[in-house]
């Protein structure tokens, strides 16, 4: 069409005018039917891009993915990173969630990114060798765009400049993060360490016979079933009758799956009520469960059960203890007990809700208390050591990091990174995640010194991470087993106590009824 506009009109000034109006026309009539971005993806920063809305990718520059509460820590990842860049080093991926949408979540995944910049800080700071470079890479809400991130990791992890070589975070158990860490491991071989995440679907199964279900697999955290027992051998003594189970049937939420098998062990004497079950819409939205939750317990009321297993996500949980300390149950007190997904859930507590757990304040105990298993508390150990005529390694040295930690936050030494909660674990327990890795990492290049090792060599050093290469964490103990996963680490009972508005440490649980044995010598029968 323009060469016959060309031949046919060009010939007077007229035409020529006539000429650019038609050219003008067609062109804003093809810029409205071409997208703005047709010569590229909407880019939210270096490596991330926007899809659904969200910024999706890995950056370890300082962008903060729109969460404000995360941009200080952001900016000190990315100096240390700058500071290493130049230097052998090896990339390590932080895969979570980065544009939650409440505030108690964002407080949340501020805890859990200065864990992790806290240990970088630390291990380049050691004699361990090689450097530790760190990069955030946000798989979408709920893990819904991480086919993405794993094709963005996969290329970080070929890459000779990056070197990616283990991939940490993973904070919620859910379908898509088992498809994330299966292809990452299974396919990839990228080494894998999860340090948030409890449900037994994303470990490896113990036993000389059984074969791995991720390879290349580790974990700090210990399993919901681990934290179940742990529980149990703490509340010895329990009868059936005196417990009962109120469980989430939403389906795809393996958390509260393998937490609600956890509670469903046999107990001794007389029968006690039946579970009871609900329905929630989503992780964070508590939809109509408010009504089930006061049906419940006006049922739970009638039955000897004083106390509840819950099975369920936090903010269900919350609503839960609040309905349950409405029903009137002629003074009946109970205590509730659920797994370590909780161990935020006083970060969504109002003033009004501690009276209601309160209940009559002119009585010695409130009407509800929330009472769970926390990965770690910062008043562990020295609670644990108080009184303490011998001083026990599995106490003293997780005692002495935490103490390093305090002084590394406190002096500021590893920059303004905002305030620092150690009290919901997250910081503690993605710390100690970080600084395995960097134990792996430093094993695995031991025998070549100055060079990257491959990425088979660092999962294959998770095996070793136990007597005299056991990790001394601010959580405990790490001393990994074959198949990846801590053995018998401590797991913190704590309590939200509606008359301080605190979250109090009650003591520990040990998964196998016992504590660690001397020097973390993992015990044969483990795989």
């Given at each position: 069409m323009l060469n016959w506009l060309y031949n046919h009109l060009w010939a007077t000034p007229l035409k020529k005018a006539v000429t650019v109006l038609v050219v003008v026309a067609v062109g804003t009539a093809a810029g409205i039917l071409v997208p703005r971005n047709v010569g590229g993806p909407d880019t939210c920063a270096d490596g991330v891009e926007r899809h659904d809305g969200e910024c999706v990718g890995v950056n370890g520059s300082g962008y903060d993915f729109g969460t404000p509460e995360i941009s200080k820590v952001s900016d000190a990842i990315a100096e240390e990173n700058r500071r290493v860049e130049d230097k052998p080093h090896v990339t390590v991926a932080m895969m979570l969630p980065l544009q939650p949408e409440s505030a108690a979540e964002r407080r949340q995944?501020?805890?859990?990114?200065?864990?992790?910049?806290?240990?970088?800080?630390?291990a380049n700071r050691s004699e361990q060798k090689p450097l530790l470079r760190l990069v955030l890479a946000n798989p979408g809400r709920n893990y819904a765009q991480q086919e993405r991130v794993v094709d963005d990791l996969a290329e970080l992890a070929d890459s000779t400049t990056h070197n990616l070589r283990a991939v940490t975070g993973f904070n919620l158990s859910l379908r898509n993060t088992i498809d994330a860490v299966d292809r990452l491991t299974n396919e990839l071989r990228i080494p894998v360490l999860i340090s948030r995440a409890s449900a037994d679907e994303l470990a490896n199964p113990e036993g000389r016979e059984a074969?791995?279900?991720?390879?290349?697999?580790?974990?700090?955290?210990?399993?919901?079933?681990?934290?179940?027992?742990?529980?149990?051998?703490?509340?010895?003594?329990?009868?059936?009758?005196?417990?009962?189970?109120?469980?989430?049937?939403?389906p795809d939420d393996i958390y509260v799956e393998s937490l609600a098998r956890a509670f469903s062990t046999d107990e001794p004497g007389p029968p006690g009520a039946k579970d009871q079950e609900f329905t929630s819409p989503s992780i964070n939205d508590a939809g109509a469960t408010g009504n089930d939750f006061s049906l419940i317990g006006h049922n739970i009321c009638q039955s000897r059960a004083r106390v509840v297993y819950f099975a369920g996500r936090p903010v269900h949980l919350r609503l839960f203890a609040l309905k349950l300390a409405e029903v009137p149950c002629d003074g009946k007190r109970y205590t509730i007990v659920s797994g370590s997904g909780a161990a935020t859930l006083d970060r969504y507590m109002s003033e009004a809700d501690w009276k209601k757990l309160q209940g009559d304040a002119s009585t010695r105990h409130a009407a509800v208390t929330v009472q769970y298993t926390a990965p770690a508390h910062p008043g562990a150990w020295d609670k644990e050591l108080s009184g303490e005529r011998k001083r026990p390694g599995h106490l003293v040295e997780p005692q002495r990091q935490l103490a390093e930690l305090r002084q590394l936050v406190s002096g500021r030494r590893a920059g303004d990174i905002g305030p620092v909660e150690l009290d919901d674990s997250r910081t503690m327990l993605v710390h100690d995640g970080f600084r395995t890795i960097a134990a792996a990492v430093f094993l695995a290049n031991a025998q070549v010194p100055g060079e990257v090792p491959p990425r088979e060599r660092v999962s294959a050093q998770w095996s070793r991470l136990e007597s005299a290469h056991r990790v001394a964490g601010t959580s405990g103990w790490v001393c990994l087993t074959?198949?990846?996963?801590?053995?018998?680490?401590?797991?913190?009972?704590v309590q939200l106590d509606p008359r301080t508005r605190r979250l109090a440490f009650v003591g520990l649980g040990w998964p196998e009824g016992r504590v660690q044995p001397k020097d973390c010598v993992v015990p044969s029968g483990t795989r």
């Open positions: 995944l501020r805890s859990d990114v200065q864990g992790a910049y806290l240990a970088q800080y630390r074969k791995p279900r991720f390879k290349g697999l580790a974990r700090v955290i210990p399993t919901n079933r681990q934290q179940a027992q742990a529980l149990a051998e703490f509340h010895r003594g329990l009868e059936d009758q005196d417990t009962v189970l109120v469980k989430d049937t939403r074959n198949a990846g996963n801590p053995y018998d680490k401590p797991v913190a009972v």
